[in-house]
């Protein structure tokens, strides 16, 4: 279930959730696991971005270069400009971590 804390004590943990104004409680025995996001990781994003970018890149112009339809300085320049837009989009859209919380203490 995914959802927003809304209580936390005790033995008890009350959630609202997703698409729902309803509040769900349940007894902390009853719960395994509790994931809370946290903060985006955006230096993961802008490598996976970077990654793409240059891949997809060398991927598709490789062939132009390989048959010279286009210089080597040509190709240099697609794949880094191309890197760098990848990873600013991964930036933008990096994942989210996920942080376990512990239950018993």
Known sequence: MRGRIVVLSGDTLRITPRGSNTI????????????VRGRRQRRVGFALGALVGAGLTAAIAGPD???????RHQFAGLVATNTLIGGWVGF??????????PLRQ
């Open 24 to 35: 769900a409680t349940y007894s902390l025995n009853d719960v395994s696991r509790l994931e």
């Open 65 to 71: 270069w390989n048959r010279g339809g286009i210089s």
């Open 92 to 101: 933008a859209f990096a994942p989210r971590e996920w942080t376990v919380l």
